[in-house]
């Protein structure tokens, strides 16, 4: 690909864990390889330190709670926020998520979403749970994300991650679905997963 979607201080290549090396790719790169049709639109997958991470098909609770959840917060969240759902969520040059959720004040507008304008990331799991509560929110930690949650969609329990540093979030709680939670980044979301309108 061209040189100009990426930056020269970027390494060609990134190390798995068995040693080999793989092809570093940009988050411009594979905008432009989607643009060009080398990956389909709807394909799912992440880019986490510059190495494609395919993402699993989401299960029917996962629909469920998402739905309803997003339900609620078209209704609920007060007007000087804004949620998007399922987008591109830029965190730099070589990584990019794709969060169920994600807030932020209506004043920065979804062109400037980047980490240091994101207050809260949600992700409903069922089949990714452990990618979710592992390394996925390690990412959102390391790039000073406020606050996460993360939705077990088969145990209905909400993992709630505050106070980010690099080695993970420093304050993890679990909230069984009929407690209520409210969210310290965002004045005004409130959940209880119980009492969640489902369709």
């Known amino acids: 690909m061209n040189q100009v979607f990426r930056s020269p201080d970027l390494a060609p290549t990134t190390q798995a864990a068995e040693g080999l090396p793989r092809r570093r790719w940009s988050v411009a790169e594979i905008e432009e390889a989607t643009r060009l049709g080398l990956f389909d639109e709807d394909e799912r997958f992440e880019l986490i330190g510059g190495e494609i991470v395919p993402m699993n098909a989401k299960g029917f609770q996962h ?8 339900y ?10 804004r949620v998007a759902q399922e987008t591109t969520f830029r965190m ?17 507008g979804l062109a400037g979403l980047a980490p240091r304008t ?8 069922d089949s990714s749970l452990r990618w979710d509560l592992g390394r996925k929110a390690r990412i959102y930690a390391d790039f000073g994300i406020p606050e ?6 088969v145990s209905r329990t909400i993992h709630v991650h505050r106070e980010p540093r690099l080695e ?32």
């Open 63 to 70: 629909e469920v709670i998402k739905t309803a959840l997003t």
């Open 118 to 125: 994101a207050l809260l990331a949600i992700e409903v799991a």
């Open 168 to 199: 993970g979030y420093r304050n993890i709680r679990a909230f069984a679905e009929t407690e209520r939670i409210e969210s310290v980044s965002v004045p005004g979301i409130v959940l209880t997963l119980s009492e969640l309108e489902t369709f």
């Open 72 to 81: 609620h917060l078209v209704k609920t969240v007060p007007d000087e926020f």
């Open 148 to 153: 996460l949650w993360v939705i077990d969609a």
């Open 92 to 108: 730099n040059e070589d990584t990019f998520v794709e969060p169920d959720f994600i807030v932020f004040r209506r004043s920065d």
